[in-house]
């Protein structure tokens, strides 16, 4: 069965310097690479780059929710074509959309956004559905989940472990385009409801590698 991991838009991106973080995405396609016995698929985000696309539409002309979605796909296309080219022969030749439909890979799957109205984490979630596994792997910015924002509040306590009902608390239950949360709320409910476990860790390269191995690690999970 494949790892499906959901890779946050705002690891790809750097969002203080609005690029993509080179040295965190050369660490993590060689970590992934170093797991030759096991098959992964990454769902790519839009990050930074889909939110910044979405501004320059609001400000020149007045785009529906769906249109700032399509806008919000295509950055996550773009964040994906980089993987993969970087992933080189050892990523399938093709970007990978509709979670909904069976790839037939070898080691990596790279897939970007697919549908408006929801982020790629709904897409995570689907892809685990069709590959009927039970978990996914979210990495983001933060190493943990925690009661509110701790890149805002410094007093923001970690929870290690969560009920899914513990988690809806804490999240928005509001989708909108380009919104920032520890997984998206529509991708939550339907996680919630296939009953799926989901781990959110951030972007430490040998905390990511203790998980994979199924070693002690530093994150939490919602189940």
Known sequence: MPIIISLGGSVIINEKTQLPDTKF???????????????????????????????ALKKISNPTSKELDLLGIEATLLNATLLKLAFKNYAHKTIAQNPTKRVRFKHVLIAAGWLPGHSTDYDAVLWAKTYKEKQIINIT?????????????????PIPRAAWKEFFKIINSKWHPGMKAPFDPIASRLASKLKLTLILVGRNIENLRNLIKGKAFKGSIIE
Do not use: W
């Open 141 to 157: 910015c933060v190493d943990m989940l925690h009661d509110k924002d701790p890149r805002i509040y410094p007093d923001a306590k």
């Open 25 to 55: 995405l050369k660490e993590f396609i060689n970590l992934i690479k170093s797991f030759k016995q096991k098959r992964f698929i990454i769902v790519c985000g839009g990050g930074t780059t889909a939110r910044n696309y979405m501004q």
